[in-house]
Each structure stands twice: as C-alpha cells, then as structure tokens.
C-alpha cells in the first residue's frame, strides 16, 4: 500500500536508539518494549500515537545502536512513516528492512506537530494537509522500493528460501520475527 | 582507477575490478559476528520460518557478553537461547562469557586486513582499524546475510582523517575521537572513514582500534586503517594468518579521491570530557574541570583494554578513590583480566579502591552492573553518553579517557590526568 495517512509527531535533531528503544526495557517483548519508546522525551508518544502517524525528526534520526528494535517499536505502535533531515546509517536500513519507509526530507518551518500528513511513496510526494503544501521527496532506489512492497527483507527472503507452493500459499508462516 | 581502502575491499567483495561510491553492488561477507541480544534470539525464529541454517557455521562467530553474567530469568534465558543456537547450528566459534565481542574478535585472530565483517552491532567498526571493512548491521540484515552469506550496499565515499604529531602524555586515541566527534559531528552516514599519516601509525593497534570503534559515533558505516608492521605483528601474535603484502595490497592509491580530507595535529591536542548526553558535546578537561562525580567507570570495547587498565592504573598507584566516589572497572575480555592480574594492573587499581566487574557490556550498554540513579553523575571510558544510557534518564555521564577517568576517581570531581603522571611516558 503506498499511500499512507496519519498524524505529525514532531520531534528534534539526534534522536538516538537509546530514545527509541530503551536499554532497560530491551529485554521484554516487543509489545512491551515499545511502550517505552521515545519515553525520556515525550512520556505520552507510546499511549498516545495512532496507527497511520508518522514520527517527523531532524537530522540524524536513529543514531547510536544497531538496535532494530529502535525501527521495530515504531512499527509496533502503528507509525507508518519516519521522516527526517537525515538518517543513520543503521537504522535506516532496518526500518526499510521491516517494511516501515524512511523518507529524507527536512521538515523545519514545513511540519508542525499533529498536521496530517499523507505520504505517497509510488508517487515521491509527502503533503500536509494541516496547510495544503505538498513536496516531492526522494524517491527509494528501486530494490528497496520493491523490498518494501514486497513486505521488507524477510518477505523477499522468503521469496528466496521458501517460495510459495503450487496452491499460491507460502510454505511456512513467518512465525515470531522481532 | 584510483580507488580509496574501503573501494578495494567491496570490488575484491562484490567479484569486481573497481567500484565507485554511490554504487549499488553486493557484496560477500567473510565474517559475521552477533552477540547475545543481537544474535540468535532475534535470528533464530526468523531462519526457521526461512527453512534454512548458516550459510556457513565457521565463518559465524557468536560471543555472550551484554546480558553477562546473567542478573534476571530474563537475561538468563537469552543467554540460554544463544548457548543452544551455537550448539544446534554448528557454531564452532562462540565465545561465552569470554568478553566483548569486538575485543574478542582479534583477541582471537578472526579479523585480517581485506576482509569484509558484518556485525549485529553498530561498533562493528572496531575490526576496521586491521585494514577490514566493517560495519554493523540490525537483525534482520544479519538473519540475510548468515542465511546467504552476502549483502547489499551502497559503496560510500570516504572522508580521510589524516593524522599527524605525537600525543602528549595523558593524551590518547580517545580524545581524538572524542575531538573528532566535536569537529566532524556525528552526521557521517553512509560515509567510510579512512585514518592515516604518522600520528595513526605511531599508534599501538590497542589505540588504532579505539578510533576504528568510534567512527561509529561520527556516524560512518565503518572506519579503517591500512595495515603495516604493527598490523601484522598484532595479528600473528594472536594466532591470526596474514600475508606478507597485505600492507602493499590494502592500502588507498595515492591519488585516491576523498569526499573531504581532515588534518588533526594530535600533538597540539590536550585532554578532552565530554558532557551529557553526546560524544560531540566534547572539549578540554579544563573547560569540565571541577564537575562532581558519583561514579567513575573504565568499561567497555572501547575503554577497557589491557592499555586502557594501565592508563587507569599509571594515575592510580598509591593514590586513593575519593570518598563518597566509586570507581567500578570492567575489563574488556577475560584475557585481559589474566594479564592485568600478572602484569600488576589489576591489583594497582583494587587497592586504590576500585570494584571489578565481570567482563561484559554491563553498565556501558544500560544492561548489567553498575548503573545509575536519578541526578547522578558518572565519568566514564565507554563510547556514548546518550541520555538513559546508562540508568537512570535523569543521570549524567561524561565520557573521556581512563587517564581522565581514574583523576577524576581520585579527585571526586572531573580532573585533568596530567598533573599525576609522574614519570615518563604512560602507555597510549
Ligand atoms: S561495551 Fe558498550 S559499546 Fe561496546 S559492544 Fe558493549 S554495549 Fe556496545
């Protein structure tokens, strides 16, 4: 689906993996892990984020850890989108590699908290319905747009490993994957 | 073509003659590493929903070392998990409760010069100062690449710090890094950043690794350092195999292009501190100096190597902790607590006052012993002092050299180490 729709979380430079995913909750499942994500700089974002909002950051987004739990956590609270001045290195990969986009694009003086944003990804172009602007961004390199259609990594290792029986129907189910 | 170290290595990786950055090519990896809470427990339900095992087991190393020794069910389970992982799946190399996995890795002679290394862990970059490329990665890029030994990237482009002048004694390849994090930010992504001059070859391969480590904290996807002498050197000692030319075959053309080229004068480089709550918040000792501290702590990949326990150790001989300070020191790796105990080190350090952890990523990684409490204050030899790192969100670490951090032990607030190195000079 390459349309998404939800709610700006607006939040600053350097928001770093120990934000998103804290070391002391690290070792709980993922559902409980993400109720701490982005705790220590906004107590309410996990109770409070819906499915379709998408979480908007300045420069170096996801710095620190190789943590995927950082992009997972996100993914489990319903974020459908992360967008940022720029990104590390790291956690851009895991979030394109489960599936959640990470689009480049500078939000200051365009994005202010709760505007409603829709993403198109087929199209490259983010708006805010907030103030009715729109702006092309990057489009993905085309394997990684197709690695995101197609689900994220596991989806087309998948595709790899066990593809699908002559019934159309994957072989095995993807069982507990975070 | 003329290409940079890090070109090479993906075009010998990707079966290519040359490679250019911004390319997108795969690449074989040689080595993959995982720890316990990036390893097994987030591969394992992955590979079995792919039907498959490692690509292959003894090019898999595997090391316990951030939920060690176990404090809760919960860590011990993981450990549990990953114990059972290396067993079911072959994994010859796995390293329980030995050390920290990057210290672990040419501790053992696992990492050469030209290798490609993938990590579950973004200070992966480590092994890069042998001459490796080396990047970390999350789990489901390492569930990819030990299923099909191979990955994807983008061939970055390559900042080159060149580094020239001796360090002063007191100062250390920490405070270059942490000078760097300051001068270069932490914004490097997607960048390889290739140290050289006579400042890095001047360096032990204990020092060289620190920069290598910390290139993760200038954002680079890896850091590396050609090999020489003391490359080669440092792996045969280890039980490592490595060709006479690896130093003429992994080493940047001349005339090599550089998206930006850094001059570092390390002789005109005084101690540094880093305040709360990033590596870039850096600047002399001076400008800290004076700070109370709770806690003072020598852990982790990057601070807690035999050099940096004898850094710790040349400050704290005959002198005491301060009152009402603890100083807790994790060494890196079990080897090297054997050779801090038969050298003296460790018992220099223990009569000063300080508690010795179990080796392991504990306090550093917000994981293990040694935390803190809400308003505390902790000066620390790790790598990031990102806010609730270390405990409690509300704490405050600053981060520096073990020199720095065992003066500060001393003094009971943020010190430069300078004034109590006494003779000649200390290991760097
Ligand atoms: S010691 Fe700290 S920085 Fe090093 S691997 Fe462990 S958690 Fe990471």
Redesign the interface.
């Known amino acids: 689906m390459s349309v998404r729709e939800g709610r700006a979380w607006v939040f600053g430079d350097a928001i770093d993996t120990d934000l998103l995913a804290p070391g002391h909750a690290m070792k709980k499942s993922p559902a409980e892990l993400a109720k701490h994500t982005l705790e220590a700089v906004d107590p309410d974002f996990a109770a409070s984020v819906r499915s379709g909002d998408m979480l908007v950051a300045g420069r170096d987004l996801g710095i620190g850890s190789s943590r995927e739990q950082a992009a997972i956590s996100l993914k489990t609270l319903g974020v459908s989108a992360v967008i940022a001045k720029s990104f590390a290195r790291i956690f851009y990969r895991n979030c394109i590699n489960i599936g959640l986009p990470a689009i480049i694009f500078d939000p200051a003086g365009r994005i202010h908290p709760g505007d409603r944003l829709r993403l198109d990804l087929a199209a490259g172009r983010l708006s805010s319905l907030a103030t009715r602007e729109s702006w092309p961004v990057p489009a993905l390199p085309p394997h990684l747009m197709t690695m995101i259609e197609q689900g994220g990594l596991m989806a087309s290792l998948q595709a790899r490993f066990a593809p699908p029986g002559a019934d159309g129907q994957s072989r095995r189910a993807p069982g507990s994957l975070t | 073509m003329a290409a940079t170290l890090v070109e090479k290595i993906m075009a010998r990786a990707a079966g290519r003659d040359t490679v250019s950055p911004g390319e997108?090519v795969t690449i074989a990896v040689d080595l993959a590493m995982a720890h316990d809470?990036?390893g097994p427990r987030?591969w394992q339900?992955?590979l079995?929903?792919?039907?498959?095992g490692l690509w292959d087991p003894d090019r898999v190393v595997i090391v316990s070392d951030h939920?060690v020794p176990a404090v809760?069910a919960?860590?011990a389970a993981?450990l549990q998990q990953t114990r059972a992982f290396a067993r079911d799946y072959g994994v010859k190399h796995f390293y329980d409760m030995k050390g920290i996995c990057h210290v672990i890795l040419p501790e053992n002679g696992h990492v050469k010069p030209g290798m490609v290394i993938a990590?579950?862990?973004?200070h992966?970059t480590h092994a890069g100062a042998f001459g490796a490329y080396a990047a970390?990665?999350?789990?489901?890029?390492m569930?990819?690449i030990v299923?099909?030994g191979e990955t994807?990237t983008v061939v970055p482009e390559t900042i080159r710090v060149e580094i020239a002048g001796a360090l002063k004694a007191g100062v250390t390849a920490k405070d270059i890094m942490l000078a760097l994090c300051r001068d270069l930010g932490?914004?490097n992504?997607?960048k390889a950043i290739e140290y050289g001059g006579d400042g890095v070859q001047a360096l032990s391969m204990e020092a060289r690794t620190v920069l290598a480590n910390m290139a993760a904290e200038l954002?680079a996807?890896t850091g590396l350092i050609a090999p020489d002498d003391t490359t080669l050197a440092h792996i045969r000692a280890h039980g490592g195999e490595v060709d006479d030319d690896a130093p003429q075959r992994w080493r940047a053309d001349p005339d090599a292009a550089y998206a930006q080229v850094f001059d570092l004068d390390a002789s005109a480089l005084a101690p540094q501190v880093a305040a709360p709550h990033?590596p870039a918040n850096s600047a002399d000792v001076s400008v800290h100096a004076g700070a109370p501290i709770d806690q003072a702590y020598i852990g982790a990949c990057v601070g807690a190597k035999l050099s940096d326990l004898q850094m710790a150790a040349s400050v704290l001989k005959d002198r005491r902790v301060a009152p009402g300070v603890r100083l807790l020191v994790a060494p890196a790796s079990s080897k090297v607590t054997a050779a801090a105990a038969r050298d003296g080190t460790l018992a220099v350090l223990v009569e000063a006052g300080a508690v010795v952890l179990a080796s392991g990523c504990g306090a550093c990684?917000?994981?293990g012993a040694g935390l803190l409490a809400a308003g505390e204050v902790c000066i620390s030899s790790t790598n990031?002092n990102?806010?609730?790192?270390m405990?409690h969100?509300d704490a405050s670490v600053y981060l520096s050299s073990p020199y720095t951090v065992a003066a500060s032990a001393i003094e009971g607030r943020i010190a430069d180490p300078r004034p109590f190195l006494r003779t000649g000079r200390a290991p760097a």
């Open positions: 997108i809470s990036s987030r339900a992955r079995e929903a792919l039907g498959t939920y809760d919960d860590s993981i990590g579950g862990d973004s992966t970390g990665f999350g789990a489901t890029d569930t990819a299923a099909t994807w932490m914004g992504h997607f954002g996807e990033s990684a917000g994981l990031r990102f806010k609730g790192r405990g969100k």
